[in-house]
C-alpha cells in the first residue's frame, strides 16, 4: 500500500468507527458486535503503526493518553457559563412566566422543558468541527482546562459528525456518572479501602479533577448537552433546533424534552418529568424551562447571575420522617466503625428503609442526633438513605446521646483515630469482624478466587477458631470441613479442591487478595511487573515504592507498613509452608526497557542484530525470536519478514529503526 492509499483507507476506517462508535455510545444502537468493532479498531491501529505520520488528534486511537499534568491550565469562558437560581414552588414559575410576558410585550413565544441534569457543567469548543477545548465551568468566567480527560469520555465525539459543520461552535451539558456505574465504582472502592463517592456528581466532578487522563479514563462518564456558547456560522432560531443540530453533530442530548404552548402544559410536563425520573442514567433533580425561540434572548436579557429565559425547577428532595431506634456499629475490612441508624421502618422513594447510614462521630456530632429522636432520612444522590436532620421540635427529652465505642463492639479491641482521619478504627488485627471479611476478601473472585468459601463458611471458621488468617485456610482437613454446618461430604471435598487449586495463583491475584490498603487488583498487577517476586515487594522500602508510576505516596507507606509488621511476614512464611506457590513477577531486570519485550524483523541500519539485541537487554528489555500477545514491540528493519504481518494481526506496535534508536536513547 503506498502512502496515499494508506492515507485513503485510514480516513475510511476512521469514519466507519467514528460512527460505530457514536451508535453505541451516543444513541444506544449499536449495528455491530463488539467483536467486529474492536477488528476494525485494530486494523487502524495497526495502519497508523506502519504510517506514524498520517496520525491525526482526531483518529479515535488517540483518545486517551499524554503524560499526566502538574495542574490544569486556566482558561476564558468565551460567553460566562451562567447558573440558574433553583425555584422549589409553581408559584415562582408563574411569576417568572409573568415577567417574560412583561417583557415580551405580548410577542408569541413557547417554552422547551428538559431534565435539569445533576452532574458537573462543562464547555467543549469545537473549531471546524475538531475538538480544541474541553472546560469545566469554575467560577463561570474561567476554568480549568481538562480537554485530556474529557476526550476519554466515549460519547464525546473529537471530531463532530455530518459535513456541514460550523466555524466555531461551543457546546455546554454536563458530565455525569452513570447510576448503576456509580454503584459499582463505589464497591470497588470499598474493596480496596478507599473512601467512596457520596453521590454520582461528586463521583464525576471528582474524575474530571484527576491529573492523570489514562485514570480518568478508566472512570465511567458520560455526557448530555442541552446548550451552547460562542456560535459562528451556524444559525440555530430555537432551542429546538439547536437540540436537533446537537444530535446531528453526534452530541448526546437529554433523553426528552417537552415543548409547551402555555404553563399548565408546563405544570403538566413536571409532573411527567418527575416521574420519568428513575428511568434517566443520571441523577435528576429538576427541570430546566428553558424560551424556545433564542432570538428573543437579547430582549430578555440577564442579571449579573443569570440570563432571564430560563429557570429552574426543583423537586423537593423525597425525605421521610422516621424514629431512630438504636445506632449500631458496624466493623469494615479495614477495621473502620461505621455508626448505622436503626430506624423504624418508612416508605421512601419506592422501598421500605429499615437502615441509614450515619458517616462518622463527627457527622453524628454536628447534626446533634440522639436515640430516640424522630428523624429525616434523604436518599443522598437518590442512592444510599441518610440521616439528615432531626426533628428538634418532636424532642421529648429522653433522648439519649450517643458515644462511639471505646472498645470494639465485635472483639473488644481499642479503638483510635488515627490523625488527619474522621474514622474511629479497631486496631485488633485479630478482630473476628475484621478477619471475617479479610478472609471473604481473600477468597473472592478477583482475589484467590477459593469457590465456595463463602460468607456462612467464613463465619464458622472465624467463630470456631479455625481460620485465624488467610494462611490457616491451607491447613484445614477434609473432617474439620465436614464437620461445620450444612456442610455435606462431597461440598467438603470440592472445597478442600478448591483451595489446593488455588495455591496457583498469579503474584498480582496474591498481592491483592491480602488486603493491604489502598491495592485494588490494579495497583497488584502494577507491583507484579516492576519486581521479580514478592520476596523484592515485601523488602522495597517507601522511597523504591513511590517511584512506580500510578503509586502515590499513601499507596506506599500502606504498602511498606504492611510488610513490616511481623503477622504479615509470618504470614507470607506460613503462606510458602502450606504450599503456595505463587508465579514470580514480571520483571525481571531494572532499566527503562524493563519488562518490555522486543521481536527484530528485518535489516537494521545501524546495528546488528545480536548487537540490537544487547542493547535492548542492558536496558532490562527481553529480546524474544518469535511474535505473540506477550511482545511489546516489533522493531521493522528493512525487508522486513512474516512477524511484521503477525505483529499487525496481533495489534502490536511496530517501531521503525528511528523510532528503536529513540526509544533506546531515552
Ligand atoms: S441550561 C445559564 N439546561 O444546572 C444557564 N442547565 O442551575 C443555562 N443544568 O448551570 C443552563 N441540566 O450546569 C441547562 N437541561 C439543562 C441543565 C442545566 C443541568 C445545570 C447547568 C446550569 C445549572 C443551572
Request: proline share 5%; charged share 30%; with cysteine.
Amino acid at each position: 500500500m503506498n502512502f496515499a492509499e494508506a492515507e485513503k483507507k485510514i480516513k475510511h476506517l476512521r469514519s466507519v468507527i467514528e460512527r460505530h462508535n457514536r451508535l453505541y455510545y451516543v444513541f444506544a444502537r449499536p449495528e455491530i458486535s463488539d467483536r467486529e468493532y474492536d477488528r476494525l479498531y485494530a486494523e487502524l491501529e495497526a495502519l497508523e503503526k506502519l504510517s506514524p505520520a498520517l496520525i491525526t488528534p482526531d483518529s479515535p486511537t488517540q483518545r486517551v493518553g499524554g503524560e499526566p499534568l502538574r495542574e490544569f491550565r486556566q482558561v476564558r469562558h468565551s460567553f460566562p457559563m451562567m447558573s440558574l437560581a433553583n425555584t422549589y414552588s409553581r408559584d415562582e414559575l408563574v411569576r417568572f412566566h409573568e415577567r417574560i410576558q412583561r417583557l415580551l410585550s405580548g410577542e408569541k413565544f413557547s417554552y422547551v422543558l428538559e431534565p435539569k441534569i445533576d452532574g458537573a457543567a462543562i464547555a467543549l469548543r469545537y473549531e471546524k468541527g475538531l475538538l480544541q477545548l474541553g472546560s469545566t465551568r469554575g467560577d463561570g468566567i474561567t476554568g480549568d482546562d481538562i480537554t485530556a480527560n474529557l476526550r476519554a469520555i466515549p460519547s464525546i465525539p473529537l471530531r463532530l459528525a455530518g459535513d456541514r459543520t460550523p466555524e466555531i461552535i461551543e457546546f455546554r451539558g454536563e458530565v455525569f456518572m452513570p447510576r448503576r456505574d456509580f454503584l459499582a465504582l463505589n464497591r470497588a472502592r470499598e474493596e480496596e479501602g478507599l473512601e467512596p463517592f457520596a453521590n454520582p456528581r461528586n463521583a464525576a466532578a471528582g474524575s474530571l479533577k484527576l491529573l492523570d487522563a489514562r485514570e480518568a479514563g478508566r472512570r465511567p462518564l458520560d455526557a448530555v448537552f442541552y446548550g451552547a456558547g460562542e456560535i459562528a456560522g451556524i444559525n440555530l432560531a430555537t432551542h429546538e433546533e439547536m437540540l436537533a443540530a446537537l444530535k446531528l453533530f453526534g452530541l448526546k442530548t437529554p433523553p426528552k424534552y417537552w415543548k409547551c404552548l402555555s404553563l399548565e402544559e408546563v405544570f403538566r410536563a413536571l409532573d411527567e418529568l418527575k416521574a420519568m425520573r428513575p428511568d434517566f442514567p443520571f441523577e435528576t433533580d429538576g427541570g430546566v424551562l428553558k424560551v424556545n425561540e433564542r432570538g428573543l434572548y437579547a430582549a430578555l436579557g440577564a442579571t449579573a447571575k443569570s440570563p432571564r429565559w430560563a429557570a429552574a425547577f426543583k423537586y423537593e428532595p423525597e425525605r421521610a420522617e422516621t424514629t431512630l431506634k438504636s445506632i449500631t456499629v458496624q466493623v469494615g475490612r479495614t477495621g473502620v466503625l461505621t455508626p448505622v441508624a436503626e430506624l423504624e421502618p418508612v416508605f421512601l422513594s419506592g422501598s421500605t428503609i429499615n437502615r441509614a447510614t450515619l458517616h462518622n462521630a463527627g457527622e453524628i456530632q454536628r447534626k446533634d442526633v440522639r436515640i430516640g429522636d424522630r428523624v429525616f432520612i434523604e436518599k443522598a444522590g437518590e442512592v444510599i438513605p441518610e440521616v439528615v436532620s432531626v426533628n428538634i421540635a418532636a424532642r421529648r427529652g429522653h433522648e439519649k446521646t450517643f458515644k462511639m465505642p471505646e472498645s470494639c463492639p465485635v472483639c473488644g479491641g481499642e479503638i483510635t483515630r488515627r490523625p488527619g482521619e474522621v474514622a474511629h478504627r479497631c486496631e485488633n488485627l485479630q478482630c473476628p469482624a475484621q478477619l471475617k471479611r479479610w478472609l471473604r476478601h481473600f477468597a473472592a473472585r478477583g482475589a484467590m478466587d477459593i469457590e465456595g468459601l463463602g460468607e456462612a463458611l467464613v463465619d464458622q471458621l472465624v467463630d470456631r477458631g479455625m481460620a485465624r488468617n488467610p494462611a490457616d485456610l491451607y491447613f484445614l482437613k477434609k473432617e474439620q470441613i465436614a464437620g461445620l454446618e450444612r456442610m455435606a461430604e462431597k461440598s467438603a471435598a470440592n472445597l478442600m479442591t478448591a483451595i489446593e487449586d488455588s495455591k496457583k495463583r498469579d503474584l498480582w491475584r496474591l498481592i491483592f487478595a491480602l488486603g493491604i490498603r489502598q491495592v485494588g487488583a490494579k495497583m497488584a498487577q502494577t507491583l507484579e511487573t516492576h519486581f521479580t517476586g514478592l520476596d523484592e515487594i515485601m523488602a522495597a522500602d517507601r522511597e523504591t515504592l513511590e517511584k512506580i508510576p500510578d503509586l502515590g505516596p499513601v499507596a506506599a507507606d500502606a504498602i511498606a507498613a504492611f510488610f513490616k509488621m511481623e503477622r504479615n511476614i509470618s504470614l507470607i512464611t506460613r503462606l510458602k509452608e502450606a504450599g503456595v506457590r505463587w508465579k514470580a513477577g514480571s520483571k525481571t531486570k531494572s532499566g527503562p526497557l524493563a519488562g518490555k519485550t522486543f521481536v527484530l524483523t528485518g535489516a537494521l541500519a545501524g546495528y546488528s542484530r545480536p548487537e540490537a539485541e544487547e542493547l535492548i537487554r542492558r536496558r532490562g528489555g527481553r529480546a524474544a525470536s518469535a511474535v505473540s500477545k506477550k511482545t511489546s514491540f516489533v522493531v521493522a528493519g528493512n525487508e522486513p519478514g512474516s512477524k511484521l504481518a503477525q505483529a499487525q494481526k496481533l495489534g502490536i506496535p511496530v517501531l521503525s529503526e528511528e523510532e528503536f534508536r529513540k526509544m533506546l536513547d531515552e
